[in-house]
C-alpha cells in the first residue's frame, strides 16, 4: 500500500508589502450579469445616453459587492434563463491546421488509479534525455511510503530506475494496456515513474503526460522541390538510359548501313584482274596468230614478186 500526494515546492522570491507582510494572491469579485454592457443597454438604450450616464455616476459598478474577496468557487454554465443543470459535453478533435476532424460526445471514464485492478509494472523504460523531447508532461505526483515494509519496496524501485536513468512507463489494466485516470471524467494520461536516491533517501515522482511531440511534415514548398529533384533525376536517368539505348540502336544502324555499302561496292581490283585475266589471254593469243598469218602473207607475196 503506497500513497499520492501532491507536490508543493517551495518559493525563493517572497513578495512582501511595505510593512514587510507576506502578500498572497486572493480572488477577487469584478463584475456580474447585472451590471455588464449587456444588462445597461437594456436600461440605456442609446449608447450616447449611456456614456453620459458613465461620465456622471457609476451604474456599472456595485460598491457593495464588487472587490468582494472569493473563497471556493465552482464553475457553472448559464444562459438567459439562468443556470443550466443538465449539460451536454462533446469533445472536439481538431488536426494540426485547425480543422474538424472528429466530434464525439463525451465519455466519463471511471477512475482506475485506486481500483481492484492495480496499475502495472510495464517493463518499458525510456531513457530520460529521449522522454524529454518525446512527451510534454503538465502535472506531476510523489508516491511516498505508509510503513517500513512499502519503504523498501519503494526504495528498491527507485534504485532501479536511478540506475538505469530512465523513466518506468506506468499503465493501468489487467494487461498494462490502457491510460491512468485520474478521477471519474477525468483525462487519461500515460504516467512515466521517476526515481533517485541520496544514500538511504529515495524520491519517486509520477509524471503523466497527454501529449506526444512528433516530427512536424515537411513543408509543401520543400516536398514539392524534392519532387521537382526526384522528377529531374528520374528524367536524367531515363534520358542516359534512352542515350544508351540509342546509342545501340545507332550502331545497329551503322552495322546494317556498313554492310549494304560493302554490297553496293564494286569487287577489288585484283578479283577483277583475276576473273577478266583468262579473257585477256585469249586476245593476246589471237592477235599473234593474225600478225604471224599476215607476216606469212607478206613473204609469200614478196617471193612471188622476186620470181
Not at 518525446?134 to 519503504?151: A, D, E, P, S, Y
Not at 584482274?273 to 602473207?297: G, H, L, M, Y
Request: with cysteine; charged share 40%; aromatic share 6%.
Amino acid at each position: 500500500m503506497v500513497a499520492l500526494e501532491g507536490l508543493h515546492p517551495e518559493r525563493d522570491v517572497r513578495y512582501t508589502d511595505p510593512s514587510h507582510r507576506l502578500v498572497t494572491t486572493r480572488r477577487l469579485l469584478k463584475s456580474d450579469v447585472d451590471h455588464d454592457l449587456k444588462a445597461l443597454l437594456q436600461e440605456y438604450t442609446d449608447l450616447d445616453a449611456l456614456a453620459d450616464v458613465l461620465a456622471e455616476e457609476d451604474p456599472e459598478v456595485d460598491v457593495e459587492r464588487f472587490g468582494a474577496f472569493l473563497g471556493p468557487i465552482s464553475r457553472v454554465y448559464v444562459t438567459d434563463d439562468g443556470i443550466i443543470h443538465a449539460v451536454e459535453e462533446f469533445e472536439i478533435v481538431t488536426n494540426p491546421d485547425g480543422t474538424l476532424r472528429e466530434r464525439r460526445e463525451r465519455r466519463k471514464e471511471k477512475p482506475n488509479m485506486n481500483s481492484d485492478i492495480p496499475i502495472r509494472w510495464s517493463g518499458k523504460f525510456i531513457k530520460k534525455a529521449d522522454a524529454i523531447k518525446r512527451f510534454v508532461f503538465i502535472n506531476k505526483q510523489q508516491l511516498v511510503h505508509v510503513n517500513g515494509l512499502t519503504f523498501d519496496f519503494l526504495y528498491d524501485i527507485a534504485k532501479e530506475l536511478h540506475d538505469r536513468d530512465s523513466l518506468l512507463l506506468v499503465r493501468g489494466g489487467e494487461k498494462a494496456n490502457e491510460p491512468i485516470i485520474m478521477s471519474r471524467g477525468g483525462k487519461p494520461y500515460n504516467a512515466f515513474l521517476e526515481g533517485r536516491i541520496d544514500g538511504d533517501s529515495y524520491c519517486l515522482i509520477l509524471h503523466f503526460s497527454n501529449m506526444e511531440l512528433k516530427k512536424p511534415k515537411i513543408i509543401e514548398e520543400d516536398s514539392d522541390t524534392e519532387t521537382r529533384g526526384d522528377a529531374e533525376k528520374r528524367s536524367g536517368r531515363a534520358t542516359e538510359k534512352g542515350g544508351r539505348g540509342d546509342a545501340g540502336k545507332g550502331k545497329e544502324v551503322e552495322k546494317k548501313g556498313r554492310k549494304e555499302e560493302e554490297d553496293k561496292k564494286p569487287a577489288p581490283k585484283k578479283k577483277e584482274t583475276e576473273a577478266k585475266k583468262p579473257a585477256a589471254e585469249k586476245t593476246t593469243k589471237a592477235t599473234t596468230k593474225k600478225k604471224e598469218t599476215e607476216t606469212k602473207k607478206a613473204a609469200a607475196k614478196k617471193t612471188k614478186k622476186d620470181k
